[in-house]
């Protein structure tokens, strides 16, 4: 399994897999040509990539990513004869005259790849599902999951979840301070600082922790919706929801800035078996990949924190992703707004509750459901989603909603 880097990394919103993955294959294709004299560039954009693209900016992602060259985007929406949904062809026009072509897959998360080429990361972790990583830590001796990630990753490890979190929660203060009118033609106000303020002047301490939560949710989210810089977490549709938990523990439960740095990346590693094993595409599994994996990460997250052991963290993260399965990808109009924003919200506390049940209800029964499990059941399920409802703004909310 690949180093946690390769699934927490930095770029615009407001998609992973629309706007950062393009983002990274312009600039690698621009990499691989410049020796050889290219005056423009013809793109072409196939799939889900095409039919959501304009609420993604995706084209003018890539046209930023190729500057000063003259660029010219093209969207095909079939998504007939795809290896990936998010398939991306770049052209490079020569000086000679003479054309060079390569077609590329976001698949998920900001990880793009050449077709019908593996990912060219390196492998860091000598195990592939989380059954093997429990039996890894007893053969090594390891107390706990940040141990082992520490040891196989890199002291450095520790730094750069900490970077990753002061973006992240630098972007969601930043956001609470705005009162705009988000982009596109939805016309969604943006309502987290709002929020905030009306839950800290709320009395039950159940409802005034939920709204908190709510608001950091939207808060990241309402700041990936304006193309803002996120932290894939694990990507920019679903980047809302573990930020937004680990900032209400580190401000309202008086956390440690190291322990949350540390939790951050025990739920990035949980996630990564997702990565591994699915998909983090919503174009290709739904949003399950994205929000539910997401909830998985947040609630691995929680139980670290509060020293549940490994198996609690699993049962944890499987309960999370368990009842997201087959949740739909249906952006209203291609952007990510809707209903994206507002389901950042709902999956933190979901997030919460699956961590609460593993605390109170794993000491009664075992869950008979291993994470290992519910990550094959996700990528069947995802399989078996209509491609209209997967990121394709095509079926559900966004055929019957117009806006």
Not at 115 to 136: C, G, H, L, R, T
């Amino acid at each position: 399994m690949k180093s946690l880097k390769s699934l927490l990394m930095v770029g615009p919103g407001p998609s992973s897999s629309h706007t950062i993955g393009p983002y990274r294959i312009s600039k690698d294709f621009l990499e691989f040509v410049k020796d050889k004299c290219p005056i423009s560039f013809d793109v072409k954009l196939f799939g889900s990539l095409a039919l959501t693209g304009k609420g993604h900016f995706t084209d003018q992602i890539i046209i930023k990513a190729l500057n000063p060259y003259p660029t010219k985007v093209e969207f095909i929406t079939s998504l007939k004869n795809l290896v990936h949904p998010n398939t991306m062809e770049m052209i490079a026009c020569l000086k000679d005259g003479t054309r060079i072509t390569k077609r590329y897959l976001s698949i998920g998360g900001g990880t793009f790849c050449v077709e019908n080429e593996e990912v060219k990361d390196e492998e860091v972790y000598p195990f592939s599902e989380y059954s093997q990583a429990i039996e890894y830590m007893k053969e090594y001796h390891y107390q706990d999951i940040y141990q082992m990630i520490e040891a196989l990753e890199g002291k450095d490890i520790l730094d750069y979840s900490k970077k990753m979190l002061e973006i992240s929660f630098k972007t969601l203060e930043d956001s609470l301070k705005h009162n705009d009118i988000l982009p596109g033609p939805l016309k969604l106000n943006s309502v987290s600082g709002k929020i905030i303020a009306d839950a800290n002047k709320k009395k039950n301490i159940a409802e005034k922790r939920i709204m908190l939560l709510t608001g950091y949710a939207y808060a990241i989210s309402e700041a990936n919706a304006r193309g803002e810089m996120i932290v894939t977490s694990p990507t920019c549709g679903s980047a809302g929801v573990v930020p937004s938990v680990l900032y209400y523990e580190y401000h309202h439960c008086h956390r440690s800035f190291e322990d949350i740095a540390k939790a951050y990346l025990v739920g990035a590693f949980v996630c990564n078996f997702i990565k591994e094993n699915a998909s983090l595409s919503g174009a290709l599994l739904g949003c399950q990949a994205e929000i539910g994996s997401a909830s998985s990460f947040a609630a691995s997250c929680l139980s670290y924190l509060h020293h549940l052991d490994v198996h609690q963290i699993e049962y944890a993260a499987e309960v999370a992703m368990e009842h997201f399965l087959g949740l739909t990808c249906d952006p209203v109009n291609g952007y990510v707004q809707i209903p994206c924003i507002e389901r950042n919200g709902m999956a933190n506390v979901h997030a919460y509750s699956s961590y609460l049940y593993s605390k109170n209800i794993s000491v009664f029964r075992k869950n008979k459901v291993s994470f290992d499990t519910v990550i094959k059941a996700m990528n069947e399920t995802g399989k078996e989603i209509p491609s209209d409802l997967k990121e394709t703004s095509l079926g559900g909310l966004a055929k019957v909603l117009h806006c």
